[in-house]
């Protein structure tokens, strides 16, 4: 496991395995999985309710450019320990955020993401380390599936940059 730190005043981190999106092929099935912590000293609070500061674990884009088509895993900080997951994606350059559940910090989750290029499908699940499902499985539609695509790492906020120096530990697996 690798603690990917965010620095106060940035988006991405700066240790490259996470910041440089590296390009793949999308072939008929890919599946990424990858073991997140989000430990209670990484808490922070934005000001107000700005949408645009919503905050990315991992993903994959379809195309050049993530907000054509891209799907990927967002979070907030809660209350009191606690990190509201959601579904963060774009289709044809228009953003849209699901809630998915709400997940304890200083606990490791595996984030799961299968793409079925064959029926155009991008699948999303999270389960603990006993096996437990801790969301059903979600599937969206694959509108505009390219060739090549990349994949998307940690970001902090939107117009706002990292309050704090965020650590997220994380495992791509």
């Keep these: 496991m690798s603690v990917v730190t965010i620095k106060k005043g940035n988006h991405y981190p700066c240790f490259a395995k996470y910041s440089f999106a590296p390009l793949i092929y999308l072939k008929d099935e890919i599946y990424f999985q990858s073991i997140i912590n989000i430990p209670f000293y990484s808490f922070f609070a934005f000001p107000g309710e700005d ?3 919503y905050n990315k674990l991992y993903g994959v884009s379809f195309g050049h450019h993530h ?3 891209s799907y990927r895993y967002g979070f907030r900080m809660g209350k009191k320990g606690w990190i509201d997951i959601s579904l963060y994606y774009y289709i044809k350059g228009k953003r849209f955020i699901e809630f998915l559940t709400v997940l304890q910090s200083d606990k490791k989750y595996c984030y ?3 793409i079925d290029k064959k029926n155009k499908k991008i ?5 603990d380390f006993f096996g437990y499902r801790i969301i059903n499985t979600v ?3 694959i509108n505009n599936f390219k060739l090549f695509g990349y994949t998307l790492g940690p970001y902090i906020g939107g117009n ?3 309050p704090k120096d965020v650590d ?3 495992e791509l697996i």
């Design 160 to 162: 706002l940059t990292a």
């Design 112 to 114: 799961n993401i299968f």
């Design 51 to 53: 949408v645009l500061d």
């Design 67 to 69: 907000k054509n088509e």
């Design 168 to 170: 997220i530990i994380m």
């Design 123 to 127: 699948l999303f699940s999270i389960t």
């Design 139 to 141: 599937s969206k539609d």
